[in-house]
């Protein structure tokens, strides 16, 4: 009972950090979006989003990150042979994957509260496409848990679709950013 109950907080704080790191990208393309607007709005506008991405990383995202992180842990210590499993260390892969997308967000976070409401030098299409990165690793890691020995059974359809997935995706952003053009 008590592993479940360890699993099932694991999954609350994963699906809270996900929901924070979604939404903060978002504010980092929301604050590119502002390079088209006219003074004072668009101060006005990139000192909120400023504010709103300080107050998601620190209130949310990051206790949210912790929290899941410590549960992961406490459910691997529980039952350690799970590092043995080849599904497992897949997970864990992704898991570095999401640890180095969560680095670049820190980054981000950092670089528009230096910025002092100048210009955010990244590309509006990379923030939108930077934005889809969670999205691309929670695929990853959830099927990956779901489908356990399968994943590695049937790693090349799993591969054709993720590929699929994310052609579909970069290429919705892309059309979504040139019609606002």
Avoid at 134 to 155: G, P, Q, R
């Amino acid at each position: 009972m008590t592993y479940l109950i360890i699993k099932a907080l694991h999954i609350i704080f994963m699906v809270s950090y996900f929901a924070g790191i979604f939404y903060l990208v978002r504010i980092f393309v929301y604050y590119k979006d502002t390079d088209a607007f006219e003074s004072p709005k668009k101060e006005i506008l990139r000192e909120q989003y400023v504010f709103m991405a300080r107050r998601l990383w620190n209130i949310i995202t990051v206790p949210a990150f912790v929290l899941m992180t410590i549960f992961g842990t406490i459910l691997i210590l529980m039952n350690p042979t799970l590092l043995q499993m080849s599904w497992f260390q897949l997970k864990i892969a992704f898991l570095i994957g999401l640890f180095i997308y969560h680095y670049w967000s820190w980054k981000k976070v950092l670089e528009i509260k230096n910025l002092q409401n100048g210009e955010l030098k990244t590309a509006n299409l990379k923030l939108r496409q930077a934005n889809e990165i969670a999205t691309f690793l929670l695929f990853l890691v959830v099927f990956t848990v779901i489908l356990k020995s399968l994943t590695i059974e049937n790693w090349w359809q799993l591969i054709t679709g993720f590929f699929v997935i994310v052609f579909v995706i970069m290429m919705t952003v892309k059309l979504v950013n040139k019609k606002k053009s």
